[in-house]
């Protein structure tokens, strides 16, 4: 075998596409669009490299069309997960042992076949599956997807490169094994990244995966399977199943190989699944990595110094691009009197200009909420602040589900900023907003920072470089990702690794080096070239 010390290509963030009228890529992504539309697709689990068909079939259709049918997946068992778990560990050795630069190279590889021949696929699959607008469906499953695996190789480069110094006639060596087991990655629906990333990160570091997505992301999961298949990942390395939860758990939670799992999702079931594992700690080979990313009450924080335009601008960017249904989303702000009359003229201006309806028609801002699950629950929230008699409606309010599940950008004025509304996840399109004196600014930072249980992104809207300072420090537990005149969304691969703490998750900040230290077990060599010969010490001798 040869060896040798490998440069990776350099990685930058793959440029969003604008989708202009009468672009290559506007037309590539209509044509993605029809096909998709005009074709029931059948999507397989996906074990040992097989493609694996039930007798329990289920329907797929879009969040904003959902009497159209755009395919059926296969629903599995208990038996399916079983299968899923003895073809990662049959795979293990092999991919383990397989030389670094050639685990990267696929997904290398991965990365330019979302680049060139499935970026229109993988965005269509997006926008009909997942109900995102063209430009959404583009940042998400086509660029940051990109952007994941070219950087994760470059920072598992950057891993393996760092070893420990070594004294005279030693040398001391780190290696950086997989984890002892199979890893366990759950996907949620509303980032075709995600959902490619949190198996692709811990396969990439040697590890064999079991994968299960929200059911809502199967048919943008199929596409992430078939790039992976064509860019060469072998049998069993990463394996599909369509499984109900509690299901799964069962299986994998009780499995003596179970090493860890990589979860984006609610923090109800994130706190249930680090419970059964603590109860059942004694099974396990090793003790599992738990590494979680969930939920979020993210707030924008505006002070008096702040210019109102760029203010209206974030939150309502910030609240309602896709729906709101972003872990990172604008959820509550605090806004001082003196600058609310222009912030809401400026954003109720905005969203009269917004249109609202399918993502085929690429003129629409608003789409879909995910399923009729999350529209009951969104909506009953706004049905509950209407007829509380203290809350405001400044804009928005209604929402229609007979087609789509269509909910109007809502913000609501609350008197109280301990009200459900501001303290609750909603994830979805409902922006809360408290109003408060600017000579109560310092008292704002400590309701900000108490009055959620969760700690994932948030911003400061300022001028005055004091207040910048004085937020930052006061609020440095409140974000995992904190933003300085910038909405609270968007977190670039590369530039700002993303993951909050408290309530929010384990930070352990998908898109950096931080991440894939989680996915890999080190081993200390030490080799000493002239061993001693006796047991004897210099302090030992007579004076």
């Not at 079983?82 to 997904?107: D, G, P, V």
């Not at 896709?322 to 009197?337: E, N, T």
């Not at 993502?359 to 629950?377: L, P």
């Not at 670039?492 to 998908?510: H, I």
Request: hydrophobic share 40%.
């Amino acid at each position: 075998m040869s060896f040798g010390q490998f440069n990776v290509p350099t990685p930058v963030n793959e440029p969003v596409k604008e989708y202009r009228p009468g672009s290559p890529e506007r037309e590539a992504l209509k044509k993605a669009l029809a096909e998709f539309r005009s074709q029931e697709t059948d999507i397989p689990m996906y074990i040992g490299g097989q493609e694996i068909r039930t007798d329990r079939k289920l329907r797929v259709s879009p969040p904003h069309d959902h009497q159209h049918t755009l395919g059926y997946f296969h629903e599995g068992d208990a038996q399916h997960v079983t299968q899923a778990i003895e073809a990662s560990l049959s795979a293990k050795e092999a991919w383990a042992n397989l030389s670094w630069e050639h685990r990267a190279s696929i997904f290398l590889k991965a990365a330019e076949l979302i680049t060139g021949p499935y970026r229109a696929r993988i965005n269509a699959a997006t926008m009909l599956g997942q109900s995102k607008n063209a430009y959404q469906a583009e940042i998400d499953s086509a660029c940051e997807l990109i952007d994941f695996l070219r950087f994760n190789v470059h920072y598992a480069t950057e891993i393996y490169r760092q070893q420990p110094n070594s004294s005279p006639g030693v040398w001391n060596r780190l290696e950086y094994r997989p984890l002892e087991g199979f890893v366990f990655a759950l996907t949620p629906f509303n980032f075709t990244a995600i959902a490619g990333n949190l198996p692709t990160s811990a396969a990439l570091m040697g590890n064999t995966v079991v994968w299960k997505p929200a059911y809502t992301q199967v048919l943008s999961a199929k596409v992430i399977m078939e790039v992976l298949h064509e860019a060469g990942l072998p049998a069993g390395v990463i394996n599909l199943i369509y499984v109900d939860g509690p299901v799964a758990g069962e299986v994998i939670f009780n499995h003596p190989d179970f090493a860890g799992i990589h979860f984006t999702g609610s923090t109800k079931v994130f706190q249930q699944i680090w419970g059964t594992i603590g109860a059942n700690i004694h099974k396990y080979r090793s003790y599992p990595r738990i590494v979680g990313e969930t939920g979020g009450k993210d707030f924008v924080l505006v002070h008096e110094s702040a210019d109102e335009e760029e203010v209206a601008t974030g939150l309502v960017r910030g609240a309602f691009e896709y729906q709101g249904q972003k872990c990172s989303a604008a959820s509550r702000a605090y806004i001082p009197s003196t600058l609310w009359p222009a912030v809401k003229e400026k954003m109720t201006q905005f969203l009269r200009e917004m249109k609202m309806g399918g993502t085929e028609d690429f003129t629409n801002f608003i789409n879909a909420v995910i399923d009729e699950r999350s529209f009951k629950k969104i909506t009953g929230y706004i049905d509950e602040a209407k007829k509380s008699g203290q809350i405001i409606v400044i804009a928005g309010g209604n929402y229609e589900g007979s087609k789509g599940y269509f909910i109007e950008p809502t913000v609501l004025q609350v008197n109280d900023p301990s009200y459900r509304t501001m303290c609750e996840e909603i994830f979805g399109p409902v922006l809360s907003v408290y109003v408060y004196e600017p000579a109560e600014f310092e008292n704002m930072l400590k309701v900000v920072d108490h009055t959620s249980p969760y700690a994932l992104t948030g911003s400061i809207f300022a001028k005055d470089r004091y207040i910048i300072e004085q937020a930052t420090q006061a609020l440095q537990n409140a974000a995992g990702n904190f933003y300085i005149n910038d909405k609270p969304t968007g977190a670039v691969v590369g530039q700002q690794p993303f993951g909050g703490a408290r309530a929010s998750g384990t930070n352990d900040k998908a898109g950096s080096a931080l991440n894939l230290y989680r996915w890999v077990s080190a081993r200390t060599i030490k080799e000493t070239y002239l061993s001693p010969k006796h047991f004897d010490y210099p302090f030992l001798q007579r004076e």
